[in-house]
């Protein structure tokens, strides 16, 4: 049921999935699925997948860059072992002229990546993060990043967040997307729009539109499996999209993730279960 939304368990599969999606005009962003590990040998595993994945970007001559997740690489077990982890993957993803986006986690992690991602942009422009618009402290951290030259994913946010921290209401989450958006688009740096929410994409173009932000400038970007006719729709339309491909046997809790941002998905993976 997981494969709607994650590429398959081996590298070799989301390397064929990727290749479909850059055969039909697409980027791609390659995930090796993981996270909350508990040994610093499984951090370190997950790094040596991640050198070799961009090795195999590079041998396969695939249009695609590097998402992953600091508390795969050992966040929760000493910020400055995942740090440097961390940064021997970016060097690796800079000699292969390539990028690595630091997903945001839940926000008991959120201070802890940005601290991580600013240092390592201090050694090497080949690292960008996420900025989740359900968040407060976003607009800030927005300033902050952009105070380093950090090219940021922009996404509403899908852990479950107590209204302390973040928005509770849709609306106000929308609100602050588009708010954030527009702060992005005329920074002067490459960032991403990731949303499948046609109010937030339009509200993009029509903001490219009126600041006169060429297409090139900015990029669309959208989850495995989610709204594939959008994602066709935007390419036609000339718009720069790229699709985040998971892979890994570690697919569980990305997966519960895809069903619980839409009850409609559960619904109809409960219905194709018993039949
Ligand atoms: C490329 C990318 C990277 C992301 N990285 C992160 C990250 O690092 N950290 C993080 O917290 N979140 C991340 N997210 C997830 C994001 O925060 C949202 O949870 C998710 O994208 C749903 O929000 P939405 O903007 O699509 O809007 P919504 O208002 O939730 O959805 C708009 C429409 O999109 C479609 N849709 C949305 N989700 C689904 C789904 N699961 N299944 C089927 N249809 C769906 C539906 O048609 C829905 O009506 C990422 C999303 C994308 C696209």
Redesign the pocket.
């Given at each position: 049921m997981s494969h709607r939304?994650v590429a398959g368990e081996e590298l070799d599969e989301a390397v064929s999935a990727a290749r479909v999606c850059n055969d039909q005009g697409m980027l791609v962003?390659l995930d090796y699925l993981g996270e909350n590990v508990a040994t610093m040998a499984d951090a370190q595993r997950a790094r040596d997948a991640y050198l070799e994945v961009f090795e195999r970007i590079a041998a396969e001559k695939l249009n695609a860059n590097v998402?992953c997740?600091l508390t795969q690489l050992g966040l929760d077990l000493s910020p400055e072992f995942c740090e440097g982890q961390v940064l021997s993957i970016v060097e690796r993803a800079a000699h292969n002229e390539n990028f690595l986006?630091?997903?945001?986690?839940?926000s008991d992690y959120t201070e802890r990546t940005i601290q991580v991602v600013k240092r390592v942009r201090s050694h090497s422009p080949a690292i960008g993060?996420?900025i989740?618009?359900?968040l407060y402290r976003s607009e800030q951290d927005i300033q902050d990043l952009l105070a380093y030259g950090c090219r940021i994913?922009l996404?509403?946010?899908?852990?479950k967040e107590p209204p302390q921290v973040a928005f509770p209401r849709?609306e106000d989450?929308?609100a602050n997307?588009v708010k954030l958006m527009r702060l992005l688009l005329p920074s002067g740096f490459y960032h991403?729009i990731?949303?499948?929410?046609?109010?937030?994409i339009g509200a993009t173009i029509r903001c490219a539109a009126e600041m006169k932000i060429c297409k090139e400038d900015f990029e669309f970007?959208?989850?495995y499996?989610?709204?594939t006719d959008?994602q066709r729709r935007l390419v036609r339309d000339g718009y720069r999209v790229?699709?985040?491909i998971p892979y890994g046997n570690d697919w569980f809790p990305y997966f519960m993730?895809?069903?619980?941002?839409?009850p409609?998905?559960l619904a109809f993976f409960a219905r194709n279960f018993f039949r």
């Open positions: 939304f962003s998402s997740k986006r630091v997903d945001m986690e839940g993060t996420v989740q618009a359900y994913r996404c509403k946010g899908a852990y849709k989450v929308d997307y991403g990731a949303t499948h929410d046609p109010h937030m970007q959208m989850l499996g989610v709204r959008l790229r699709i985040y993730r895809r069903l619980a941002e839409r409609a998905n």
